[in-house]
């Protein structure tokens, strides 16, 4: 097959999250002997992963990620009803001609648009001829939204803008949807979700994929202080509430409690709000950008993801796993994983449960090895990449025979 992927950030090899599920997708489609093209956005910075992409993928086309200036924000967000605000933010005419070019020149069998954000490049695209049209929905964006509407303790103006856009939004996603070939989710729970918005729609789940030979390669032994380690994208609001949360509600106690311990907050997007968290204690240490995150999670000590936002599988939890790492999680950071209370992680929901979870992994260095082996069990048996990727081909070559 000749299949074509559509990203909002260039995947690479170490990237981390859904990004680094596309790419292992893609590499696991080109061993196989198909022929596979990228169509991405680049943010500024990230332009050194170009060339190693491109030596990978039959045809790569990139679109620089750009900022959007306040004044259109405000109008094509709030005041036009052509798209929905998170459509906007990943719009762009350059990227809706560029994808229309690439079906044109190379003829490609199926489209994958991964993330639902990128589903309206298949969507009323007035330059794509005829081609199949999947997309990979990462988590519905209505879901998500609905839960910054309901949420307590978000901040009163998200909230505020979340309740007023979720209409146009689930009348926008789920005509997108329901305009594609077929879906794709990451886990039954998601694929319950879409059908019980529109029960007519063609969707499979293709469980997410994990690359062990990736995650062990140049381990590391452990040294320093006990390391408490979030990580993500914090200009997401689901990471960026999440990360505030377990800075005012859970850490004060815990590093009462332990005061070798360290809290590591690693990734991109990072605001002065999380900064501020770092200036005022010492012992938070707010890593940023990083091309490899297995050093980072190799010196941790327990993995957290207490999500309070949001929908989806969260990868990077399994990746923890995978590393046999010991999570800590809240019950919506662990959705759609096979997740075992006190067996393979620990799953709280409130500032109590959190600390005295984490509180005894500190405390029972045994009972940390024990979860994450069973974690890592777990994964190894249920998310192996070569398996779920087999899936993935069964569906689109079902896709493109029709």
Request: aromatic residues 8%; neutral net charge; hydrophobic residues 45%.
């Amino acid at each position: 097959m000749k299949i074509l992927f559509l990203s909002n950030q260039l995947p690479h090899e170490n990237v981390a999250g859904g990004h680094r599920l596309i790419y292992q997708r893609m590499r696991q489609m080109i061993d196989k002997g198909h022929r596979v093209g990228l169509a991405a956005f680049v943010a500024p910075g990230k332009e050194k992963f170009i060339p190693a992409v491109r030596g990978m993928v039959g045809e790569l086309e990139t679109v620089p990620l750009q900022g959007r200036k306040i004044m259109v924000r405000v109008f094509r967000d709030y005041i036009s009803a052509t798209l929905p605000a998170i459509f906007w933010k990943n719009y762009s005419r350059v990227m809706m001609r560029t994808i229309g070019d690439m079906v044109e020149r190379t003829q490609y069998d199926v489209v994958v648009a991964e993330f639902s954000e990128m589903g309206m490049y298949l969507y009323r695209n007035p330059y794509l001829s005829a081609v199949r049209k999947v997309v990979s929905c990462h988590r519905c964006l209505t879901t998500a939204f609905d839960k910054y509407a309901r949420t307590a303790g978000v901040p009163p103006l998200l909230r505020l803008k979340s309740a007023a856009q979720i209409r146009a939004l689930e009348k926008y996603e789920f005509e997108m949807y329901s305009a594609m070939d077929h879906v794709l989710t990451l886990t039954a729970e998601d694929r319950f979700t879409l059908l019980a918005h529109a029960p007519e729609l063609p969707v499979s789940v293709i469980p997410p994929g994990i690359d062990f030979d990736y995650l062990t390669a140049g381990k590391t032994e452990k040294k320093g202080p006990p390391i408490v380690m979030m990580c993500g994208y914090f200009a997401d609001k689901s990471n960026h509430d999440a990360a505030l949360w377990f800075a005012h509600e859970v850490w004060p106690v815990i590093a009462t409690s332990h005061p070798d311990l360290q809290l590591h907050l690693v990734g991109v997007g990072v605001d002065r709000e999380i900064e501020h968290l770092a200036k005022t204690d010492k012992r938070i240490v707010v890593v940023g950008v990083v091309d490899d995150l297995r050093p980072y999670r190799e010196q941790a000590t327990i993995f957290i993801n207490p999500m309070r936002l949001g929908s989806g599988l969260r990868i990077k939890v399994l990746e923890a796993m995978a590393s046999g790492l010991p999570v800590v999680s809240s019950s919506l950071g662990v959705a759609g994983i096979p997740a075992q209370n006190g067996v393979n992680c620990f799953i709280a929901d409130t500032p109590e449960l959190t600390a005295e979870s984490i509180d005894w992994l500190l405390n029972d260095e045994a009972l940390g090895k024990a979860m994450g082996q069973s974690a890592k069990v777990m994964v190894q048996g249920k998310y192996d990449i070569r398996s779920t990727v087999r899936e993935l081909e069964q569906v689109l070559e079902e896709v493109v025979s029709i």
